[in-house]
C-alpha cells in the first residue's frame, strides 16, 4: 500500500521556482511530523525540511529563506516551495513521516534538476 507520494519534480533554470506536493495516507499524516529530504549524486541524504502537526516549521540552512514547507489537513498533502533555485539544490527529493523518532514512512522520491 503507497502511503506517500510525491509530485511537482522537474528541470528548472537557475533562478526559478518549483512545488513540490505529497500526499499521504490520512492515518500517517494527522499524528507525524512530516518533512522533506533530498539526495543529491554521490551525496548523503539530506533533511530539507520539517513541519509538526500544529505547523511548527524547521529548515536546513542551506535552504532557509527559499524554500518553505506547508501541509494542508483538509486534503493531507504536504508541499515544499522551493525559490532562488540553484544547482546545488539538484536532487531527488523524498517526502517522509516520522514514526517514534525513526523516518519510517517514505516516497517514492522525485528529481529536481536545476539546469540552464
Known amino acids: 500500500q503507497v502511503q506517500l507520494v510525491e509530485s511537482g519534480g522537474g528541470l528548472v533554470q537557475p533562478g526559478g521556482s518549483l512545488r513540490l506536493s505529497c500526499a499521504v495516507a490520512?492515518?500517517?499524516?494527522?499524528?507525524?511530523?512530516m518533512g522533506w529530504h533530498r539526495q543529491a549524486p554521490g551525496k548523503q541524504r539530506e533533511l530539507v525540511a520539517t513541519i509538526t502537526t500544529g505547523g511548527f516549521r524547521n529548515y536546513a540552512d542551506s535552504v532557509k529563506g527559499r524554500f518553505t514547507i506547508s501541509r494542508d489537513t483538509g486534503k493531507n498533502t504536504m508541499d515544499l516551495q522551493m525559490n532562488s533555485l540553484n544547482s546545488e539544490d539538484t536532487a531527488v527529493y523524498y517526502c517522509?513521516?516520522?514514526?517514534?523518532?525513526?523516518?519510517?514512512?517514505w516516497g517514492q522520491g522525485t528529481q529536481v534538476t536545476v539546469s540552464s
Open positions: 490520512e492515518s500517517i499524516f494527522k499524528v507525524n511530523i
Open positions: 517522509a513521516a516520522l514514526r517514534l523518532g525513526q523516518w519510517e514512512y
